[in-house]
């Protein structure tokens, strides 16, 4: 669904909306007013994919069909600065995900979060080290979003709906 403009939000409010969740979590709030985002169209020759899912787009006029690529920048409240990139770019079911943050003398990696061989890679002067987690993290946030509805129990659920619409925003102004 989300390969038609007009049924979804596309993308990046659909898949890389959780990266933006994750800046806003380490790099605090955006100034929506610094986002900039340049995309590459399906209509663009280089946004001719070799291979869409079939059905996705049958039958669907050109400018309903999703950016295949986005590359954007923003700056935090705190003059951090963010970059954003996604891409329809990989072929079946697999992934490419890394979220990064640049520090003073340390570079902290997270590896593939949708997955169980997902990890926290930290590299500093001294080498690096990774953490890895017991389980995927993302079908565990899934499964605890599930039993909170299905409990009427929102203890479980780390994000206010309210933080969560200041993420659609910064997702919604990259797309």
């Known amino acids: 669904m989300w390969w038609d403009k007009k049924r979804s939000g596309g993308p990046v409010v659909e898949q890389a909306t959780h990266f933006?969740?994750?800046?806003?979590?380490?790099?605090?709030?955006?100034?929506?007013?610094?986002?900039?985002?340049v995309c590459v169209s399906a209509s663009n020759p280089v946004g001719n994919l070799s291979a869409v899912p079939i059905g996705c787009e049958d039958g669907l006029p050109e400018e309903q069909k999703i950016n295949r690529a986005t590359s954007a920048t923003f700056k935090f409240s705190s003059g951090a600065i963010g970059i954003l990139q996604h891409g329809l770019l990989m072929k079946g079911e697999k992934y490419f995900t890394e979220f990064e943050i640049w520090c003073d003398?340390?570079?902290?990696k997270l590896i593939d979060p949708y997955s169980d061989k997902c990890c926290v890679k930290i590299s500093d002067s001294e080498g690096a080290t990774k953490f890895r987690f017991p389980d995927d993290p993302y079908l565990t946030e899934d499964r605890k979003f599930l039993e909170a509805v299905l409990n009427s129990d929102k203890s479980q659920i780390l994000s206010s709906y309210s933080d969560a619409v200041e993420t659609y925003k910064l997702s919604y102004k990259i797309q």
Do not use: P, Q
């Open 20 to 37: 933006c969740d994750l800046s806003r979590y380490f790099g605090g709030e955006v100034d929506l007013s610094t986002v900039s985002s």
């Open 105 to 108: 003398g340390a570079l902290i």
